[in-house]
Nanobody, 123 residues
Framework: QVQVVESGGGLVQPGGSLRLSCAASGFTLDDYAIGWFRQAPGKEREEMSC????????TYVDSVKGRFTISTNNAKNSVYLQMNSLKPEDTAIYYC????????????????WGRGTQVTVSS
C-alpha cells in the first residue's frame, strides 16, 4: 500500500526555521520526482519545490528561493524541506506529493499525496 506522510509542522516565530519531512512507504523514491506544495486559507495550492530522486535536480518557486531547501535521503525513502527565514505569509498547510516521472519537468502527474502538515508563522 502506497503511503505518503508529512511531519514537522508547527508554530514558529517570524525569522525562525522548520524542517518538514515526507516519508514514503509502499514504493521507493529512486524513480520519482517529489514535490512540496502549500495551500493557505482562501488561496489555491501552489507547488513550491520539487526534487528528482533520480538525478537530484531541484526547482523552487521564486518566493522561497534562498530560504527553503529540498533534499532526499533515498536510504530512508524520505524527502525533506528545510525552511529558514520564515515569514507570516508562509503560513499554510504543506503537502508532499509523488510525481509519476523521473524528473520535475517530466510530463507525469502527481499521483500520491500526503494529508499535509500545518505551518504557522506568527509572533
Amino acid at each position: 500500500q502506497v503511503q505518503v506522510v508529512e511531519s514537522g509542522g508547527g508554530l514558529v516565530q517570524p525569522g525562525g526555521s522548520l524542517r518538514l519531512s515526507c516519508a514514503a512507504s509502499g514504493f521507493t523514491l529512486d524513480d520519482y520526482a517529489i514535490g512540496w506544495f502549500r495551500q493557505a486559507p482562501g488561496k489555491e495550492r501552489e507547488e513550491m519545490s520539487c526534487i528528482s530522486s533520480h538525478d537530484g535536480s531541484t526547482t523552487y518557486v521564486d518566493s522561497v528561493k534562498g530560504r527553503f531547501t529540498i533534499s532526499t535521503n533515498n536510504a530512508k525513502n524520505s524527502v525533506y524541506l528545510q525552511m529558514n527565514s520564515l515569514k507570516p505569509e508562509d503560513t499554510a498547510i504543506y503537502y508532499c506529493a509523488i510525481k509519476d516521472s523521473y524528473y520535475c519537468a517530466g510530463s507525469g502527474s502527481y499521483d500520491y499525496w500526503g494529508r499535509g502538515t500545518q505551518v504557522t508563522v506568527s509572533s
